[in-house]
């Protein structure tokens, strides 16, 4: 599990006072960013001249997020089929208090032949010593 945090910032704030519901995702990708970096990866190189490509993501909002926040982004991956895998998320205001819950599932790519290709041998390691789910 990895744990990133994340300062809800003006450009978060929808209308309605509080976080936009696409600004999670942005949360997400910033916590995975952060995450890949510790692994000395990226998003455009997990090893073996591939990138991820998101699929599919799913957030389910709790609690209301104002500007100024300071959540925790927890990372945990969750299940491998295939090209893809799944990465859980977690998000945790200063109280305590679950704000967010979503995930995300990625593929890995080649940029270069434009197709879904296997998950990186170094990627898939460190995937399995984690994962809840394998398929």
């Known amino acids: 599990m990895f744990i990133s ?6 450009s978060d704030i929808n209308y309605g006072g509080h976080m ?3 600004r999670a995702l942005v949360a997400f990708q910033q916590a995975r960013i952060e995450w890949l970096e510790t692994l000395g990866l990226s998003e ?4 073996e001249d591939k990138g991820l490509i998101q699929r599919r993501a799913n ?12 959540l925790d982004i927890k990372i945990c991956p969750a299940e491998i089929k295939g090209s893809y895998f799944v990465l859980a998320h977690e998000v945790i205001n200063q ?7 979503g995930n995300v599932t990625l593929g890995s790519f080649d ?8 998950i990186p041998s170094k990627l898939k390691e460190i995937l399995e010593k984690e994962i809840v789910i394998k398929g």
């Open 5 to 10: 945090k994340y300062k809800v910032r003006i």
């Open 20 to 22: 936009g519901n696409e």
């Open 44 to 47: 455009i190189s997990i090893g």
């Open 59 to 70: 957030v389910e909002y709790l609690k209301e997020v104002s500007l100024g926040e300071v």
């Open 95 to 101: 109280e305590g208090v679950r704000v967010l819950t």
């Open 111 to 118: 940029y270069n032949s434009k197709k879904l290709a296997r």
